[in-house]
Nanobody, 116 residues
Framework: QVQLVESGGGSVQAGESLRLSCVGS????????FDWYRQALGKERDFVAL????????NYKDSVKGRFTVSRDNAKNVVYLQMNSLKADDAGVYYC?????????WGQGTQVTVSS
């Protein structure tokens, strides 16, 4: 079955960096677009970044452009989100996700805490 596992979250100071990873299994990883979403406490899950299956198209939420970089290694079944110059507003639970056959799949999420 489809499995997505995020890791790499943690607690950092504003201005520091984190790299999140999302490992996928149970499906043809290299055939699917991946996205990253963030859910702050008490708020809805919001789009952060998207990477196409072949990395030809990458999109970001405006507020993270120039600070976050999404990439993937299809040989290793992993998608990354490099987050630099972190701000307090970047805090939340980060989820990676795919859409397959019209159904949305999410990982369990990884917590990012940013102290100012």
């Amino acid at each position: 079955q489809v499995q997505l596992v995020e890791s790499g979250g943690g607690s950092v100071q504003a201005g520091e960096s984190l790299r999140l990873s999302c490992v996928g299994s149970g499906f043809p990883f290299g055939s699917y677009d991946f996205d990253w979403y963030r859910q702050a406490l008490g708020k809805e899950r919001d789009f952060v970044a998207l990477i196409r299956h072949d990395s030809t198209i990458i999109n970001y939420k405006d507020s993270v452009k120039g600070r976050f970089t999404v990439s993937r290694d299809n040989a290793k079944n992993v998608v990354y989100l490099q987050m630099n110059s972190l701000k307090a507003d970047d805090a939340g639970v980060y989820y990676c996700g795919i859409v397959m056959g019209g159904q949305r799949y999410w990982g369990q999420g990884t917590q990012v805490t940013v102290s100012s």
